[in-house]
């Protein structure tokens, strides 16, 4: 699936993964290739995504995530850098 996460201020990635898990509001959840239609608020938390060589991290301040036709968009309020 393809994924696409961006800022107001930067795109932060985008390319081919194979799963990426979010900070929901109501807990966190995974998404795979396939997956239904969805659209999500995110939290202040962690983003995980894989692809086929190696896991990344990126944490947020809040945002919203959309799940459409094996793409998957997260507009992101910020990111927050290591305190």
């Known amino acids: 699936m393809y ?3 961006v800022t107001p201020d930067q795109k932060v990635f985008e390319g081919e993964v194979i799963s990426a898990t979010f900070p929901g509001i109501d807990g966190s959840f995974q998404v795979l290739n396939n997956h239904a239609p969805l659209l999500s608020t995110l939290k202040k938390g962690t983003i995980v995504y894989k692809d086929k060589k190696e896991e ?3 944490v947020v ?4 995530v ?3 036709n094996n793409k998957v968009v ?3 309020e ?4 290591d305190e």
């Not at 301040?61 to 919203?64: E, T």
């Not at 910020?78 to 850098?81: H, I, N, T, Y």
């Open 56 to 58: 990344y991290e990126v």
């Open 3 to 5: 994924l696409e996460i």
């Open 61 to 64: 301040d809040g945002g919203v």
């Open 78 to 81: 910020a990111l927050v850098e």
């Open 74 to 76: 997260v507009l992101a």
């Open 66 to 68: 959309e799940v459409l």
